[in-house]
C-alpha cells in the first residue's frame, strides 16, 4: 500500500479542507520529499498565503510548544516521530527554500510554465499580466480595428445580425456587450456549435395577411374579444416576442383550453397555432442569425486583440492557461520538468470545484503522471 493514497476531500466552506491539505504538505515533507517537487495550488492569493502561513506557523508553534508539537504529530502518520528537532529542522529548511515551495495560485504556477516556454507557446518574451483598466483598453481599440477592416456594407450587414431586429440600440454599445457577454464563449466553444439552433420556414406574406384577417374577424364576445383584440395589435405590430407572453396566444401555446374561463375554440386555436408557428419561426431565425453573426464578429475581434495583446506584450491569466492548456496537449512531461528545475511528485489542489475547463486541461497531463507514478 501507498504512504501517500490518493485522496479526495469532499466537504462544506469552513469544514477544514485547507487543514487538511497544510496537512498532507507536512506529512510529505516529514517524509523527506523536498519541497520543489510537492505543488499545492488554489485560486486566490489571499488562500494561497493562508496555506503557506499555516504550514509555516505550525511547524513554528510546534518547535517552541510540547503542547502544539504533539498535536502536529497526531496529524502527521508515517516515518519516525515528529520531534522538536525535526519541527526545527523543517522549519529552517523551509524558511532557507522558500524560493523552491511551490505554493501558490494555479494562474502563477502557468505563468512559471508559460515564461519557461516561451518561444514554444508562440507569447511575447518579457509578457506580463494586464490590469482591468488597460484590458478594456484594448478590447475597445480592438472593435475600433474591427471596423476600421470592413466595408460600409459588410459593417452594416453585421450589425443587422446583431441587433436581432432592435435598431434603436448603439453600435458601440452592442459591439462592447457583444463582446463582454459572448468571447468567452467563442473561446470555448467549437465552431459547429454555433450553427446548431434549428430554422423554420415562417408564413409568406400573403400566408401572414389572411391569417391575420381571420384572426381580425372572428366572432368572438366577452374576453374573448378582448384578448383576441390585444393580439391581433400585436401580431400587427410584428411584435412577436410580446404576442407569445400573454393573452389568448399564451394560452393555446401551453395547451391550455380555456381564457378567461372562456372556452377556445379548436378553429380559433387553429388560427393561433399557426400564427404562434410564423412567431417561432422568425424569433429562432433572429436568433440563430445574431449567433452566426456573433461568432462572424468575435472572430475578427480576436484577431485583432491577439495582435494588439502581443505588440503591447501584455496577457491575462486566461491567456496563459489557454497557452498552457495548448503546451500540455503536445509537449512532454519529462521537458516540463526539465525547464521548471523539478519533477512534481505530488500535487495538492484545494477548492477544485472551481477549477475551469481550461485549468483542468492544462493541468491533468501533470496529474496522470503524478496518478500513474503512484
Same mark, same amino acid.
Given at each position: 500500500?501507498?504512504?501517500?493514497?490518493?485522496?479526495?476531500?469532499?466537504?462544506? !466552506?469552513?469544514?477544514?479542507?485547507?487543514?487538511?491539505?497544510?496537512?498532507?504538505?507536512?506529512?510529505?515533507?516529514?517524509?523527506?520529499?523536498? /519541497?520543489?517537487?510537492?505543488?499545492?495550488?488554489?485560486?486566490?492569493?489571499?488562500?494561497?498565503?493562508?496555506?503557506?502561513?499555516?504550514?509555516?506557523?505550525?511547524?513554528?508553534?510546534?518547535? @517552541?510548544?510540547?503542547?502544539?508539537?504533539?498535536?502536529?504529530?497526531?496529524?502527521?502518520?508515517?516515518?519516525?516521530?515528529?520531534?522538536? @528537532?525535526?519541527?526545527?529542522?523543517?522549519?529552517?529548511?523551509?524558511?532557507?527554500?522558500?524560493?523552491?515551495?511551490?505554493?501558490?495560485?494555479?494562474?502563477?504556477?502557468?505563468?512559471?510554465?508559460?515564461? @519557461?516556454?516561451? *518561444?514554444?507557446?508562440?507569447? /511575447?518574451?518579457?509578457?506580463?499580466?494586464?490590469?482591468?483598466?488597460?484590458?478594456?483598453?484594448?478590447?475597445?481599440?480592438?472593435?475600433?480595428?474591427?471596423?476600421?477592416?470592413?466595408?460600409?456594407?459588410? *459593417?452594416?450587414?453585421?450589425?443587422? *445580425?446583431?441587433?436581432?431586429?432592435?435598431?434603436?440600440?448603439?453600435? @458601440?454599445?452592442?459591439?462592447?456587450?457583444?463582446?463582454?457577454?459572448?468571447?468567452?464563449?467563442?473561446?470555448?466553444?467549437?465552431?459547429? !456549435?454555433?450553427?446548431?439552433?434549428?430554422?423554420?420556414?415562417?408564413?409568406?406574406?400573403?400566408?401572414?395577411?389572411?391569417?391575420?384577417?381571420?384572426?381580425?374577424?372572428?366572432?368572438?364576445?366577452?374576453?374573448?374579444?378582448?384578448?383576441?383584440?390585444?393580439?391581433?395589435?400585436?401580431?400587427?405590430?410584428?411584435?412577436?416576442?410580446?404576442?407569445?407572453?400573454?393573452?389568448?396566444?399564451?394560452?393555446?401555446?401551453?395547451?391550455?383550453?380555456?381564457?378567461?374561463?372562456?372556452?377556445?375554440? /379548436?378553429?380559433?386555436?387553429?388560427?393561433?397555432?399557426?400564427?404562434?408557428?410564423?412567431?417561432?419561426?422568425?424569433?429562432?431565425?433572429?436568433?440563430?442569425?445574431?449567433?452566426?453573426?456573433?461568432?462572424?464578429?468575435?472572430?475578427?475581434?480576436?484577431?485583432?486583440?491577439?495582435?494588439?495583446?502581443?505588440?503591447?506584450?501584455?496577457?491575462?491569466?486566461?491567456?496563459?492557461?489557454?497557452?498552457?492548456?495548448?503546451?500540455?496537449?503536445?509537449?512532454?512531461?519529462?521537458?516540463?520538468?526539465?525547464?521548471?528545475?523539478?519533477?512534481?511528485?505530488?500535487?495538492?489542489?484545494?477548492?477544485?470545484?472551481?477549477?475551469? /475547463?481550461?485549468?483542468?486541461?492544462?493541468?491533468?497531463?501533470?496529474?496522470?503522471?503524478?496518478?500513474?507514478?503512484?
Amino acid at each position: 500500500m501507498s504512504l501517500f493514497p490518493h485522496t479526495i476531500t469532499r466537504a462544506s !466552506a469552513g469544514s477544514g479542507k485547507t487543514f487538511a491539505l497544510s496537512n498532507r504538505y507536512l506529512v510529505l515533507a516529514h517524509s523527506g520529499e523536498p /519541497p520543489e517537487r510537492i505543488l499545492a495550488t488554489t485560486f486566490a492569493r489571499k488562500a494561497a498565503g493562508e496555506i503557506l502561513d499555516r504550514i509555516l506557523i505550525r511547524l513554528a508553534e510546534a518547535a @517552541s510548544d510540547e503542547d502544539k508539537r504533539q498535536e502536529l504529530a497526531g496529524f502527521i502518520s508515517g516515518g519516525e516521530s515528529l520531534t522538536t @528537532s525535526r519541527c526545527r529542522q523543517l522549519l529552517r529548511h523551509f524558511a532557507s527554500h522558500l524560493h523552491l515551495l511551490r505554493v501558490g495560485t494555479i494562474d502563477s504556477f502557468f505563468a512559471q510554465v508559460a515564461r @519557461s516556454f516561451a *518561444l514554444e507557446l508562440g507569447v /511575447p518574451l518579457a509578457w506580463r499580466i494586464a490590469d482591468t483598466v488597460e484590458d478594456e483598453t484594448l478590447r475597445d481599440e480592438a472593435i475600433e480595428a474591427v471596423l476600421a477592416a470592413h466595408d460600409e456594407q459588410d *459593417l452594416l450587414r453585421l450589425v443587422n *445580425l446583431l441587433t436581432k431586429g432592435d435598431a434603436q440600440r448603439r453600435i @458601440s454599445g452592442l459591439l462592447r456587450d457583444t463582446v463582454g457577454d459572448l468571447y468567452q464563449v467563442y473561446l470555448d466553444a467549437a465552431p459547429e !456549435a454555433w450553427e446548431r439552433l434549428p430554422r423554420y420556414q415562417p408564413l409568406s406574406d400573403d400566408d401572414l395577411t389572411q391569417a391575420l384577417e381571420e384572426l381580425r374577424e372572428l366572432p368572438l364576445e366577452g374576453a374573448l374579444k378582448s384578448g383576441r383584440d390585444q393580439d391581433y395589435d400585436l401580431a400587427l405590430r410584428r411584435d412577436w416576442k410580446e404576442l407569445l407572453k400573454k393573452g389568448i396566444t399564451k394560452c393555446v401555446l401551453n395547451e391550455q383550453a380555456t381564457y378567461k374561463r372562456k372556452a377556445i375554440e /379548436p378553429h380559433v386555436q387553429a388560427i393561433y397555432q399557426r400564427l404562434i408557428d410564423h412567431a417561432k419561426a422568425v424569433l429562432l431565425g433572429r436568433t440563430a442569425n445574431f449567433t452566426l453573426g456573433a461568432r462572424e464578429f468575435l472572430a475578427h475581434f480576436d484577431e485583432q486583440y491577439r495582435r494588439l495583446k502581443h505588440q503591447r506584450r501584455a496577457m491575462l491569466f486566461d491567456d496563459v492557461t489557454r497557452a498552457v492548456m495548448r503546451l500540455a496537449e503536445v509537449s512532454d512531461a519529462e521537458e516540463m520538468a526539465f525547464r521548471m528545475d523539478a519533477q512534481i511528485d505530488h500535487l495538492l489542489l484545494d477548492e477544485f470545484q472551481d477549477t475551469s /475547463p481550461a485549468q483542468w486541461t492544462a493541468i491533468r497531463p501533470l496529474a496522470e503522471r503524478v496518478v500513474n507514478g503512484s
